[in-house]
């Protein structure tokens, strides 16, 4: 490396050093032209953007944020990695997973760059009795095996541990995780009868003679597909962690040995920077935990890329969704990360989706290098400061928890699924008037997509939290018009009515027809109402011609047999005009109250 010499110039050296109230000042400028009167915080307020669990995301950051120090990588508080070398000795774990017992397709994934398997066995997956004819040919002191069994954990347990032994693979080599959840099983089911005398064993026996292997997974996929928020996933992942560490030191195994059997699995999300302060938050408040028991606090992370944000119209677009998560769950120092396949709200993948999934990673960790750095995002500002603030809204909900009777309490009160309704909640009325984008469903949808047809997947565990969607809403809607299509040979149809020249009515045309779309509704703009088989309009054009034109053109529609004329933009007083629709409008009621006036049920 050359390394320059110092003769006391900066590029910079000619300019005076900018200060912060001096950006202010600027934004205050900026703001003022488009109306709004701001100044100093305030117009640095007007940029923010607000993120659940009361977070904010300002527009800059400096070094004046501050933000406890992170440490090292590999020391506590681990924030910065739950080891000192990250994953630059060969990048983090390639963890695929399957629910079909079909040993071709896990020997083609361990061939082609998968590292580790992750096995649904029992209800949700494959029989127990089928564990050895998947795992045929799989060299066992080579592939770790991470087991998904419900409530038929410990007969699962059993059967791997005993294919350990029947294939000579000594005891020291084995690899994973056998899987025990109770709290994840009846956050799933509902099911609080689930008894963790067998799981204590199974701990024991993997604490005494199988130091590779973990007996339980510390899940907090339940809450985050129930809607939960990444606070609430945080605390309840710890608040669970918690409760198992007093389940087996209760069965005598000491701190040290409990903390050691325990992996934790968070979901990763095409949100990416707050992915990475999910991580990089968890590693810090399980440390916390693990100091006050103790313990050395190092937590092992299993990142999936989340299911929350997988569609099923224009599924194509999961893979773009699902690099992101990737990178993020990378950077932010999961040891193991699972990239569900495109197809994974559609059924069993197939060879395609396997294949671009497990490659995903393979392209981030031997293309794009991203494992060769350790912590990339450690000395963000940005990073850091939502690292510290996301922790303490984690530890918060835990306490809450805590403070309710622990993890198996406020599950069966009821406690954890309110909180994670309202969440859900809040988020879905921001889903519903597309101020959360999904792109290909609320957003650029194409009607004219041939749909991905699957074989069924085993039916997932259930009874429990709800398994919710960023695109059911939606999904329900072109469900309807799907079922039109077939019934009539038409999906229903609204007609676009430009006025004007191109550059007056393309912004608001584009935006209705990506609007009704969304709902499954096919807009029409060549010909006359009359000619489109539309039994409704949208007028589409600028300000300046509504007021000129709007009330002559709907009396026109009307007359023509239009039922009910809507206008793209904001509420006025428009003679004839019957509803408005607008960015920030509520789209899925604009679309249900419209197919159903259609007639589509």
């Excluded at 399957?98 to 082609?112: C, F, K, M, R, W």
């Excluded at 419900?150 to 007969?155: D, K």
Aim: charged share 20%.
């Amino acid at each position: 490396m050359t390394v320059l010499p110092d003769d006391g110039l900066s590029l910079a050296a000619e300019f005076p050093d900018a200060t912060h109230e001096q950006w202010q000042r600027l934004v205050a400028g900026v703001l003022r032209k488009s109306g709004k009167e701001v100044s100093d915080d305030a117009a640095e307020d007007a940029l923010s953007t607000t993120l659940e669990d009361g977070l904010r995301a300002r527009p800059l950051y400096s070094a004046l944020d501050s933000a406890p120090d992170p440490g090292l990588p590999g020391f506590a508080p681990f924030t910065r990695g739950g080891r000192a070398e990250g994953n630059t000795l060969g990048g983090w774990d390639v963890r695929q997973r399957h629910t079909a017992a079909d040993n071709g397709a896990v020997l083609a994934d361990l061939e082609n760059g998968v590292a580790s398997l992750w096995l649904a066995v029992g209800a949700g997956g494959f029989p127990v009795s089928s564990l050895g004819r998947v795992l045929d040919g799989v060299y066992l002191d080579l592939a770790p095996v991470v087991l998904e069994a419900g409530r038929e954990v410990e007969p699962a347990a059993r059967e791997l541990l005993r294919l350990y032994e029947e294939r000579g693979v000594a005891r020291d080599a084995a690899r994973g995780n056998l899987g025990a959840d109770p709290l994840g099983h009846e956050a799933r089911t509902g099911d609080d009868g689930f008894d963790f005398g067998p799981v204590a064993a199974l701990a024991r026996l993997c604490a005494e003679e199988y130091p590779g292997l973990r007996a339980l997974t510390v899940d907090a996929l339940p809450y985050h597909e129930a809607g939960g928020s990444a606070a609430q996933e945080l605390g309840s992942s710890l608040a669970a962690g918690v409760a198992y560490l007093r389940e087996l030191t209760g069965a005598g195994l000491s701190v040290e040995q409990a903390c050691a059997q325990l992996e934790f699995r968070y979901a990763a999300t095409a949100d990416q920077f707050l992915t990475i302060a999910k991580l990089r938050a968890a590693r810090r408040l399980w440390a916390r935990v693990a100091e006050v028991c103790g313990a050395p606090g190092g937590q092992v992370q299993h990142a999936v890329t989340s299911p929350v944000m997988m569609s099923r119209r224009d599924p194509w677009v999961n893979m773009l969704r699902a690099t992101v998560a990737t990178l993020a769950a990378g950077v932010g120092g999961a040891e193991s990360v699972t990239v569900l396949p495109f197809d994974h709200a559609l059924g069993l993948p197939d060879a395609f989706a396997r294949r671009i999934a497990r490659n995903t990673s393979t392209i981030l960790v031997e293309e794009s290098h991203l494992s060769r750095v350790i912590d990339p995002a450690g000395g963000s500002w940005y990073v850091e400061r939502l690292t510290d603030e996301l922790a303490h809204a984690g530890w918060e909900f835990f306490q809450s928890i805590e403070r309710a009777g622990g993890q198996a309490a406020a599950l069966r009160s009821g406690r954890v699924g309110e909180e994670l309704a309202a969440t859900w909640a809040a988020r879905s009325a921001k889903l519903a008037k597309r101020r959360e984008p999904v792109t290909g469903v609320s957003e650029f949808p194409n009607l004219a997509e041939r749909s991905v047809a699957r074989e069924p997947a085993p039916e997932p565990p259930s009874g429990g939290l709800p398994r919710v969607r960023r695109d059911e809403a939606y999904e329900n809607l072109r469900a309807r018009s799907d079922a039109h299509l077939a019934a009539t040979g038409a999906r229903p149809r609204i007609f676009l009515a430009a006025l004007g020249p191109a550059a007056a009515h393309t912004a608001r045309l584009t935006f209705a027809s990506n609007l009704f779309q969304a709902g499954g509704i096919e807009p029409v703009t060549d010909g006359t109402f009359e000619d489109s088989g539309a039994t409704e309009a949208c007028l589409c054009s600028s300000d300046a011609l509504y007021e000129e034109r709007a009330a002559e053109v709907t009396a026109s529609l009307k007359s023509a047999g239009a039922a009910q004329v809507f206008l793209a933009g904001r509420p006025g007083q428009y003679t004839g005009v019957d509803a408005y629709v607008f960015a920030g409008c509520d789209a899925v009621a604009v679309l249900s109250a419209t197919l159903d006036r259609m007639g589509v049920s």
